[in-house]
């Protein structure tokens, strides 16, 4: 997508973001729709969010201790209808032509996010930091309620040493990789 025509990549730096939109309530949990899965969600204002959990820095350690084994983040596939101002920065995604589209909006540390799943076209875009996906082949995808945490430290680790999937990652900055990982 042209810079230019996505305003959030300039308009969301960490205390833009948080002046805009930070009122806003957001759902909190270590997974994507957590309470299909029998899990947690706790709903929050993004900027008590960030405090906590970005600027708080909760640690790996700290959120095995905790259970569950997943980093808190922001999954939240409603905030998008209600919150107009936050809408009008996604205006790219009108432009998107995919069969079916889910808008969705995540915010989180390192090592939060969705767990291994699968689905049809997707569209990710990274404002600020980096991201890591997994890739499988068609044959091999599988779908998973570990989450991202748990699932990196004890079942990656195990892939990577079969090479059994790619990976592609991105930041911000514009730069991206694919392969297999290291």
Known sequence: IDRAKWSALDRWTHAELLARHGDSEVSVSALPYATAYGRKTTQMRLRDYVARHIEGGESVLAAQRRGGGGMQYVFDSQILHRDAALRADFSPLDALNFSSRLEQFYVGPAWSGA????HGDA???LVFGSKLWVLFPPQEAFFTAKPA???FLKEYPKLKAAQSMASASGSASGS???GVPP
């Open 176 to 178: 991206s990789s694919s």
């Open 115 to 118: 767990h291994p799943h699968f």
């Open 149 to 151: 945490l748990t699932w």
């Open 123 to 125: 569209w990710n875009g």
